[in-house]
């Protein structure tokens, strides 16, 4: 039984599984040099966006041109992977550990654990629904879960963009 064709080959499940290894390889590396990039710059939603808004080309390649041959399609599992899970790791670290200890929260200990959840939760809910969501369209065809992945990212990046800025505003007033 296949699922896709590489370079014209038809590759099985247990091939399709072992590719998408890579995508999560890219992942781990992706978050490693996301939180180094965040460290180094002390600003996480600027890496964030930058790596989501670089994800968006790279799915875009890899749907046009991930299928021409196996070293291709694994050079853009990786990228993809690397860019996508930068930002996720991120977010549901660094970002909620900032969120849970500012000063707004009066010292409150327990608003590290209740904005995790939350961010967690979001995302297990995201989870749930995108393969389900993905399901749906894969009827129309891929380029429509494409599509539903890029557009999703796009929105991601645009609801970090007023925290960037805030970032900005305090690089440039020297915080």
Request: no cysteine; glycine share 10%; hydrophobic share 55%.
């Amino acid at each position: 039984m296949f699922i896709a064709a590489v370079a014209g080959v038809h590759i099985s499940h247990k091939t399709a599984g072992l590719l998408s290894t890579i995508f999560d390889i890219g992942g781990v590396l992706g978050g490693i040099t996301a939180g180094f990039i965040s460290d180094m710059i002390e600003a996480r939603a600027i890496t964030s966006i930058l790596f989501l808004f670089l994800s968006i080309p790279a799915l875009a390649l890899y749907r046009i041109f991930g299928s021409l041959s196996m070293l291709i399609n694994i050079i853009l599992m990786f990228l993809s992977g690397f860019l996508v899970n930068g930002p996720y790791s991120l977010i549901t670290t660094a970002v909620a550990a900032d969120l849970g200890t500012q000063s707004l929260n009066n010292q409150n200990s327990r608003a590290l654990a209740t904005v995790t959840a939350i961010i967690d939760g979001t995302g297990s809910v995201g989870a749930a629904l995108g393969p389900l969501l993905a399901g749906y369209i894969s009827t129309r065809g891929w380029n429509s879960v494409f599509f539903m992945l890029i557009l999703s990212i796009f929105f991601a990046g645009l609801f970090l963009i007023r925290v960037a800025r805030t970032e900005i505003r305090e690089k440039l007033s020297g915080k």
